[in-house]
């Protein structure tokens, strides 16, 4: 029972334009979210993170949106730089008193030259 | 600072035998947690240890098992192997046994079972 999904495995953008990377979940209980990226030989790197009480964060380049009515979140880069090149996941976690994130099995980014 | 190291980074054992994992947490964090990344999917969390003691667990069989030493570096113990143990075990360190805030991985140790 997949709690975290991400339906696409891969994504191509140009260099310049919007990434739009989508996550969807199915546990109502879960109210924090956040997305690592990881390149190849390294271990995750986190990104950016959003509290179920937003509905929106922004960092730099990085936007997280979070729709909970819909069980959805969505990373937004802007503008996509070649270095955003990774495999990214998003990960979920409820009130459990751990660290305990449910990942998803990952989107691969690709930007374009 | 220094951050998360894990050690070996690859090994290969056969079906059967025992492995053990290492993870030195980074400086200033209390809190280890471990994760298995098999081929195409996303982490899916092992246990966790805050202050030495197991703080949450994951679907995992209890020949998957763990220690935190005072100084905060833990293990992985895996016993029995089955081919399906083969994968890539993260640790990821963090400060406090909570429920959220970032954490910090490792590279990874990338266990093949023959």
């Known amino acids: 029972d997949q709690q975290v999904k991400q339906n696409s495995p891969s994504l191509s953008v140009q260099e310049g334009r919007i990434s739009i990377l989508n996550c969807d979940y199915t546990?109502?209980?879960?109210?924090?979210f956040l997305w690592y990226k990881k390149y190849p030989a390294e271990g995750p790197t986190f990104l950016i993170s959003?509290?179920?009480?937003?509905d929106k964060n922004e960092d730099g380049r990085f936007t997280v949106f979070l729709n909970k009515s819909a069980k959805h979140l969505s990373l937004h880069i802007v503008p996509s730089q070649p270095g955003d090149s990774a495999v990214y996941f998003c990960a979920a976690s409820g009130t459990s008193g751990t660290y305990k994130y449910i990942f998803g099995t990952g989107t691969r980014l690709k930007v374009l030259a | 600072e220094t951050g998360v190291t894990q050690s070996p980074t690859h090994l290969i054992k056969t079906r059967g035998q025992q492995v053990t994992l290492r993870c030195s947490s980074q400086?200033?964090?209390?809190?280890v947690s471990w994760y298995q990344q098999a081929l195409g999917q996303g982490p899916q969390f092992i246990f966790q240890?805050?202050?030495?003691?197991?703080?949450g667990r994951g679907n995992f069989p209890p020949r998957f098992s763990g220690l935190q030493f005072p100084n905060y570096s833990s293990e992985l113990n895996v016993n029995a192997l089955e081919l399906d143990d083969s994968a890539l075990y993260l640790c990821?360190?963090?400060f406090g046994g909570g429920d959220t805030g970032e954490l910090f991985f490792g590279e990874g140790s990338r266990l093949t079972v023959l």
């Open positions: 546990n109502s209980m879960f109210d924090y």
């Open positions: 959003i509290s179920s009480i937003k």
């Open positions: 990821a360190s963090s």
């Open positions: 400086s200033g964090h209390n809190t």
């Open positions: 240890y805050y202050r030495e003691e197991e703080n």
